[in-house]
């Protein structure tokens, strides 16, 4: 979708517009795989090392033991994270798997639009 | 967050580690205001032109009046679209207002990636 300038308001160009519905399709399907409320931020926790179930707990402020088990179960299926299991020591990891790369570019784009939204909603309650 | 290969696995780059917990709570922040399951899809609905709800409803398949009645209440209030009332001949019809264009690197990020994401599920269930 390109949003440009018509008349005042913001539109897609007429050579975009057909395009909307597939976009529609494209964005909710996204959304059901990595929508949630925990998924992403799960990946953004494990970007910068493997990590323990409560180190990720510790990290993801606010989830809960049973829900942080029941979306890196998910996780895991989809492909995005992997479990590592070592004996001796006993120890459990997860960790990202190849395909979160795929994500590089949809938490880039939302890590930057939540900052500038709570940087405008800052602005807007000093004005 | 920049995903780098480092010892065959994905992980984001030393200097960027810290930036983790900020990029959880940036996209975490994100994701409470647009995640959802129809928002964005309302969003892109209305990307071409202004619509009526019953348009809105045929667009964004699945949702009830119910559900779109109190999503378009949230985007209103959230200032991503507005209500635009004609009385003769009397008309309701929604459309994005400005600020909406801050979503368009997310909306763009999540399309290709449905898509992307689409393909690979056709692709893994014909090997």
Known sequence: MEIVEK???PTVSTAHAGHCQASIKNVSDALYVIGGKWK???IV???DSDKRFTEIQRQVE??????LS???????LTG???KK???????????????????EQVVRSLSE??????DKLKTDALQ
């Open 113 to 118: 639009w939540g900052s500038q939204h709570r």
């Open 7 to 9: 008349d005042g308001r």
């Open 40 to 42: 992403l931020s799960i």
């Open 85 to 103: 299991i070592t004996v001796d020591p006993v120890l459990i990891e997860y960790g990202l798997a190849p395909y979160s790369r795929s994500l």
């Open 70 to 76: 029941s979306e890196l179960k998910d996780l895991e």
């Open 62 to 67: 606010g989830i809960s033991a049973r829900v």
């Open 45 to 47: 926790a494990l970007a």
């Open 80 to 82: 995005f994270i992997y």
